[in-house]
């Protein structure tokens, strides 16, 4: 069962997937939205870290809830979604924050795992597209939802078509992260007429793994989480379809201009 740790409801409503860890981007995405107005339901497979995280949030007076929710789990989607449905009865932006990154040593295609692979584009790709099907009645029964797909920079690499010359690095995951920005503009496509806008955001190399150490040029999540907001809380007739760090669109990757009346 899904545990809240705010039972007032007020404002915007917004799930963020991937929110279970304190160095995480997820949990700085929450943090900023709540400090927005919204209230933040915190998403993550470990239910007890991520109510701890969403505790910390109301102890700051920031609106926040806690679920458990594993993107690979149709059965856990489903009651995630009833929850929303019946504590909210509407989102107003789902940040698809969860990801898995198996294969980061990796360094070329050809030596891939495929089990990596599998594993990355089962929650990179498929779960991503499993949540926003489910989510989908509770993003129309709000007045502008946002859906915001987080991406990386070695898919603008792939398409440009210099990892070409040296080799993909963590090749499961850019691959998934690749179909994933072809899964942002297609959604886009499809939800036009709805007033739905849907994006991809590259965050940049953030700081949220030491434990790897190799992430010593890295940003904090907290300066990341911002462009990630900026594209959840877009103003009627903004981009859709495209692919943003910080505000700023990658050229490779045109989005268009959404009209809503």
């Given at each position: 069962?899904?545990?809240?740790t ?8 917004a799930?963020?997937?991937g ?5 995480g981007?997820?949990f ?12 933040a339901i915190?998403?993550g ?6 109510e701890h ?11 926040a809830s806690?679920?458990r ?8 989607i ?6 929303i449905?019946t504590?909210f009865g509407r989102l107003?932006?789902?940040?698809n ?9 990796t ?10 692979v599998?594993a990355?584009y089962?929650v990179?790709?498929i ?8 989510c ?6 709000a007045?502008?939802?946002?859906i915001v ?13 210099t ?5 993909v ?8 992260k690749?179909?994933?920005d072809?899964?942002t503009a297609?959604?886009?496509a499809?939800?036009r007429d709805?007033?739905i ?6 965050p940049g190399e953030?700081a949220?793994h030491?434990?790897?150490g190799?992430e010593a040029?890295?940003?904090p ?5 911002p462009?990630i907001?900026?594209a959840a809380?877009?103003?009627?007739g ?6 943003f ?14 009209s809503?009346?």
């Amino acid at each position: 069962m899904p545990i809240t740790t705010d039972d007032t409801a007020s404002g915007k409503v917004a799930l963020v997937t991937g929110a279970s860890r304190a160095l995480g981007l997820g949990f700085a995405v929450a943090r900023e939205l709540a400090t927005r107005g919204y209230h933040a339901i915190l998403a993550g497979r470990d239910l007890a870290r991520t109510e701890h995280l969403a505790d910390q949030l109301v102890s700051e007076g920031l609106p926040a809830s806690a679920i458990r929710l594993d993107v690979t789990d149709r059965v856990s989607i489903a009651d995630g979604v009833e929850f929303i449905r019946t504590r909210f009865g509407r989102l107003d932006a789902l940040i698809n924050n969860a990801a898995r990154m198996p294969d980061f040593t990796t360094t070329a295609l050809l030596d891939a795992d495929m089990n990596e692979v599998r594993a990355a584009y089962d929650v990179d790709v498929i779960g991503t597209w499993a949540l926003t099907q489910a989510c989908l009645p509770l993003l129309k029964a709000a007045p502008a939802a946002r859906i915001v797909n987080l991406s990386s920079a070695a898919v603008a690499q792939i398409a440009a078509g210099t990892a070409l010359s040296h080799g993909v690095y963590s090749p499961g995951y850019s691959m998934a992260k690749y179909a994933l920005d072809a899964l942002t503009a297609s959604l886009a496509a499809e939800l036009r007429d709805t007033g739905i806008l849907v994006n991809a955001v590259d965050p940049g190399e953030v700081a949220t793994h030491p434990e790897r150490g190799d992430e010593a040029t890295a940003r904090p999540a907290a300066e990341s989480a911002p462009g990630i907001v900026w594209a959840a809380t877009l103003p009627i007739g903004g981009p859709t379809g495209g692919l943003f760090r910080d505000g700023q669109p990658f050229q490779w990757v045109s989005a268009t201009t959404h009209s809503e009346s």
